[in-house]
């Protein structure tokens, strides 16, 4: 038991109690979101392939970390960061417009499924922290059920939506529970997308995995790149590998 709640700690780590978390380079408030800061968020920031000059589509922003992150990394980027939830999306430009790259970034307030319609230009890079929770118990707050169920995105809607912007040489990168791996990675190699690179993430050397980062492409790769990456060897001791990972990012890591 107390592993469990060990292994829970680290999933939902960097989540605060008070309204806003402080990074190097710039500062997130999510006072106003369902989900906050989290440790996936920075993952997948962090993890994403970058390139110089790119066009990036955050789906999903939420409070705009990835699109943040993306934005530090890749000082000539142009990114798109699209979130469904009113509350969600206001927070998200407020955070840009704080940021050093307001410039660079557009907040948009859209459901991906019509903005995947309407867009006419491909993007290099596509990111999302996808809603993941399809068969647990509500929660009581709709923007919190909506952030963290398929219900209001599933994941076959998501990969639709990617088909439709991500360009034919770019990369779409995302992060979900393990035991989702298998049927996500089925889905989309069914709709053009096949996976190049994977990362198994444990939060514990000596946990299970929980989250896996996944990058596919809409060329067949010669090999999948598969590797591991463990958050900490005990709460609050992090790996170099993780270090390594967010040095850029977090103040005390």
Not at 23 to 38: I, L, P, Y
């Amino acid at each position: 038991m107390m592993n469990k709640y060990i292994e829970m700690y680290f999933i939902f780590a960097d989540i605060m109690s008070n309204s806003y978390f402080q990074f190097k380079q710039f500062t997130v408030f999510h006072d106003r979101c369902a989900m906050k800061v989290g440790t996936d968020g920075v993952l997948l920031g962090a993890w994403t392939r970058t390139g110089q000059g790119c066009s990036i589509l955050d789906i999903g922003t939420g409070t705009g970390l990835i699109a943040l992150i993306l934005a530090q990394r890749v000082p000539d980027a142009r990114i798109t960061a699209v979130e469904l939830d009113r509350e969600a999306s206001l927070q998200a430009a407020e955070n840009v417009r704080n940021s050093p790259w307001t410039a660079r970034i557009e907040v948009v307030e859209a459901d991906i499924r019509q903005y995947a319609t309407r867009v006419s230009h491909p993007f290099d890079i596509v990111v999302s922290n996808p809603p993941f929770f399809n068969s647990s118990l509500h929660s009581p707050s709709e923007a919190r059920t909506q952030a963290r169920h398929t219900d209001s995105l599933s994941y076959a809607e998501l990969l639709q939506g990617v088909c439709l912007l991500l360009a034919d040489g770019g990369e779409f990168s995302v992060i979900i529970p393990s035991d989702s791996a298998t049927d996500f990675i089925v889905n989309a190699a069914g709709k053009g997308l096949y996976l190049h690179r994977r990362t198994n993430v444990r939060t514990l050397s000596r946990a299970q995995p929980k989250r896996v980062l996944l990058a596919f492409g809409k060329s067949v790769p010669a090999e999948v790149i598969t590797d591991e990456l463990v958050i900490a060897t005990q709460p609050g001791i992090y790996t170099e590998a993780y270090r390594d990972l967010t040095q850029d990012l977090y103040l005390d890591k």
